[in-house]
């Protein structure tokens, strides 16, 4: 939430520049896509490199809605597309993690448990707007874990970041969860 806020307020003074990008924002969403794969498959080996390479690949992620709604190419399809190929790169990320941590399963668990959080934030959402609800509350949406985990990757502090995105994934469904049943509940839907 705190990430969005802060990408939309950059696109004013930063839309001249954004104008003179000429590149279809769906290319840009591919690219994001490949390089955060590209840094996934480097977190199975080495964290540093990984973080570093996954964050680079997340620019793209911010990159390209700007573009598309400053240079008006916004679409449902490219909306879909992000939205999918975001869940790929969250499951790449969190393998690449849980594969790095094989020999420590306590780890390996941690990090699948915090990919089930993530995919699970995502579903919420998702599942609250198909019946109508708005539900954009949570503290914990995919730019935040996206910074968590390229810090915890790049300071060599996995495993904190990990616990640290475990609780409040999972604490952000709590919060979609309880705004959806009251906004059903509300419309004397629940």
């Known amino acids: 939430m705190i990430s969005s806020r802060l990408v939309r307020r950059l696109e004013i003074p930063l839309a001249p520049v954004i104008r003179r990008i000429k590149i279809n924002p769906n290319a840009i969403t591919l690219a994001g896509f490949l390089v955060t794969s590209a840094g996934a498959g480097l977190l199975a080996s080495n964290f540093q490199a990984g973080g570093v390479v996954v964050l680079l690949g997340s620019l793209c992620d911010v990159l390209d809605g700007m573009v598309a709604r400053v240079n008006v190419k916004t679409s449902a399809l490219g909306a879909y597309l992000d939205s999918v190929l975001d869940r790929y790169s969250d499951g790449f990320i969190f393998l690449g993690i849980a594969y790095h941590l094989r020999a420590d399963m306590a780890g390996v668990f941690l990090s699948l448990g915090t990919l089930l959080g993530a995919y699970l934030v995502s579903y919420a959402r998702a599942r609250a707007e198909g019946l109508g609800v708005e539900c954009k509350v949570g503290i914990m949406e995919r730019p935040e874990r996206i910074i968590i985990i390229t810090a915890g990757a790049i300071s060599g ?9 475990f609780v409040l994934s999972h604490v952000t469904v709590l919060q979609r969860m309880a705004h959806t049943k009251k906004e059903l509940d509300g419309r004397g839907l629940g």
């Open 157 to 165: 502090q996995v495993i904190p970041a990990l616990w640290v995105l």
